[in-house]
């Protein structure tokens, strides 16, 4: 089999719950996602994904990505979709880095691999062990109330594994923290996610406020050393996420940040490959996983499905559905989450239909 074209489409991808607020008033209400369908010769086609959230929140941007997939995808004119770690190696020898681009790639090779062989992605990653898994959902900053209100509207819909987004005063933090605990009962997973946002000043505060709360902290600060020195002393487990970028940061997670759990997004590692890779890694280190991407809609969603289907129960601390918390219904709102749980789709691939005409015409093809 041979790849024979990549197109390259945008499309508008809207929260569902109006504005989507993050430390440093970075805020989200529509986003420009970057899909990619890859032709090959025997007709099967593959779909990819990848969209940011702002151009603040990682050193990405659309214009950015989409000029790195003009080269990627010239390069992968001919070669053979199937062969993951080859595609991987040409793009490797194409660009140095542009992870984010190649992300989009690598997923939509894994939906044309599975469709070969009549296959769900899982099945080629694995296998699945966690038919039924639980999904998060983001709590965009707000007022204390605001935050408890809608962890207690989203219980009420199954969903009982909330990400705070905090990172501004670490004192109004705290107060958005205890609020949210007093919404949530024994069994509720609580993240607070600076986001990178606070200051090591800050993160010492706020790790000092919510000593005793049942919740964990993500990301305090913007580099690995800070949040190890943020959260020197305390008991609060440690998560980290967009300092981690590379094997080497992984054992200075858990060894020197004494880190319990990484968050591993698609974008950030280079697609699906790279974050099973690391999956395992996690799992055989002890550490708990939290797999997703940036931000986006049904494709995206199906990806960290399969991910999340073969990661051991155990092991999974969070992943979205991010079609629940967005409009990007290109699959026609597949896979679908139930009561807070999630499940891979089980047909070949990535398990979706996409809808072209919902894309239009692509952006540019190669």
């Not at 959230?53 to 979709?81: H, N, W």
């Not at 020195?229 to 998560?239: E, I, K, M």
């Not at 129960?313 to 969070?318: A, D, R, V």
Request: some cysteine.
């Amino acid at each position: 089999m041979k790849i024979v074209g990549v197109d390259v489409y945008s499309y508008v991808v809207g929260y569902a719950h109006g504005t989507y607020i993050m430390s440093g008033d970075r805020k989200a209400a529509n986003e420009d996602g970057t899909v990619v369908r890859i032709r090959t010769d025997e007709g099967i086609t593959g779909w990819g994904e990848i969209t940011t959230l702002g151009k603040v929140y990682l050193p990405v941007f659309p214009e950015g990505i989409r000029t790195a997939l003009r080269d990627l995808g010239s390069a992968l004119i001919g070669q053979d979709p199937t062969n993951i770690a080859q595609i991987n190696r040409t793009m490797t020898q194409t660009l140095m880095g542009q992870e984010f681009a190649k992300s989009a790639l690598d997923i939509a090779c894994w939906d044309i691999l599975g469709k070969s062989v009549n296959l769900p992605i899982s099945a080629l990653i694995g296998g699945v062990i966690n038919e039924r898994f639980p999904i998060y959902e983001a709590v965009p900053l707000g007022s204390p109330e605001s935050m408890r209100d809608f962890i207690r509207a989203r219980r009420e819909a199954g969903i009982n594994r909330f990400q705070l987004k905090v990172g501004n005063n670490p004192f109004d933090d705290i107060a958005r923290t205890r609020a949210s605990v007093e919404a949530a009962d024994s069994e509720t997973v609580i993240v607070a996610d600076s986001n990178g946002g606070w200051s090591l000043a800050a993160a010492k505060i706020a790790f000092q406020g919510m000593a005793g709360l049942p919740v964990y902290v993500e990301q305090p600060c913007r580099t690995t050393i800070d949040c190890i020195l943020a959260s020197r002393g305390s008991a609060l487990p440690l998560v980290l996420d967009e300092s981690i970028t590379s094997q080497d940061e992984v054992f200075r997670a858990k060894y020197e940040a004494n880190a319990v759990s990484i968050n591993l997004k698609f974008g950030k590692l280079g697609g699906l490959t790279n974050v099973v890779k690391a999956r395992d890694l996690l799992q055989d280190l002890n550490l708990a996983v939290s797999v997703e991407d940036m931000w986006g809609g049904d494709i995206v969603t199906a990806a960290t499905s399969h991910v999340a289907a073969t990661t051991r129960p155990e092991s999974l601390l969070m992943t979205p559905f991010f079609n629940d918390w967005t409009d990007g219904h290109l699959a026609g709102y597949h896979p679908r989450s139930s009561d807070g749980f999630g499940s891979a789709p089980t047909t070949p691939g990535l398990g979706i239909e996409v809808d072209e005409a919902r894309l239009g015409q692509p952006l540019f093809s190669v």
